[in-house]
Antibody, heavy 119, light 109 residues
Framework: QVQLQESGPGLVKPSQTLSLTCTVS??????????WSWIRQHPGKGLEWIGY???????YYNPSLKSRVTISVDTSKNQFSLKLSSVTAADTAVYYC???????????WGQGTLVTVSS | QTVVTQEPSLTVSPGGTVTLTCASS?????????PNWFQQKPGQAPRALIY???NKHSWTPARFSGSLLGGKAALTLSGVQPEDEAEYYC?????????FGGGTKLTVL
């Protein structure tokens, strides 16, 4: 059973960089065919795709966030990470990590972590 | 900017059948958009239900089914249970990009 767990600060100051890590257990992040993803949900709103990374390091980012987003992977720790720079209150959201199988399936999700941007 | 549209809200009686749809601003939804469906209850992470139009995950109850209907992706719940009251999101694939629909709040009443 694959499990994903987000971790990181729950409070970030405006203009700073939000940093989150997703730890994967029950499977290797280096297994081919999977894309490791970040998704967020603003309070009371719908889901927004942030981007994803393949174990080799290739990435895709949502064009609306691309200039501020970096997703990286650490295969030795079975983790992948999100950095979102120059945050504002509009980046306050629950951030989820998830696994994407090939082109066609998003199966496992983390429980989510709330990040609040406030001074 | 691509927009994926779902019904904002639907109401169904226990034991009834309801169909939720998912439309793309780019045109008809086909199997190449690999529609996925998710259920989210308050305070919980989304749970995957359907992938690639109509395929169920091992944990998906049999009463949930996915299809293409009239140029849209569709999620049908048959024999609705009170515990099916939730928000439902679709997700479409655009050759790299993935876009969620705005969600449908399903009320079982």
């Amino acid at each position: 059973q694959v499990q994903l767990q987000e971790s990181g600060p729950g409070l970030v100051k405006p203009s700073q960089t939000l940093s989150l890590t997703c730890t994967v257990s029950g499977g290797s992040i280096s297994s081919g065919g999977y894309y490791w993803s970040w998704i967020r949900q603003h309070p009371g709103k719908g889901l927004e795709w942030i981007g994803y990374i393949y174990y080799s390091g290739s990435t895709y980012y949502n064009p609306s966030l691309k200039s501020r987003v970096t997703i990286s992977v650490d295969t030795s720790k079975n983790q992948f990470s999100l950095k979102l720079s120059s945050v504002t209150a509009a980046d306050t959201a629950v951030y989820y990590c998830a696994r994407v199988v090939g082109d066609d399936s998003v199966d496992y999700w983390g429980q989510g972590t709330l990040v609040t941007v406030s001074s | 900017q691509t927009v994926v549209t779902q019904e904002p809200s639907l109401t169904v009686s226990p034991g009834g059948t309801v169909t939720l749809t998912c439309a793309s601003s780019t045109g008809a939804v086909t199997s190449g958009y690999y529609p996925n469906w998710f259920q989210q209850k308050p305070g919980q992470a989304p749970r995957a239900l359907i992938y690639s139009t109509s395929n169920k995950h091992s944990w998906t109850p049999a009463r949930f089914s996915g299809s293409l209907l009239g140029g849209k992706a569709a999620l049908t719940l048959s024999g609705v249970q009170p515990e099916d009251e939730a928000e439902y999101y679709c997700l479409l694939y655009y050759g790299g990009a993935r876009v969620f629909g705005g969600g449908t709040k399903l009320t079982v009443l």
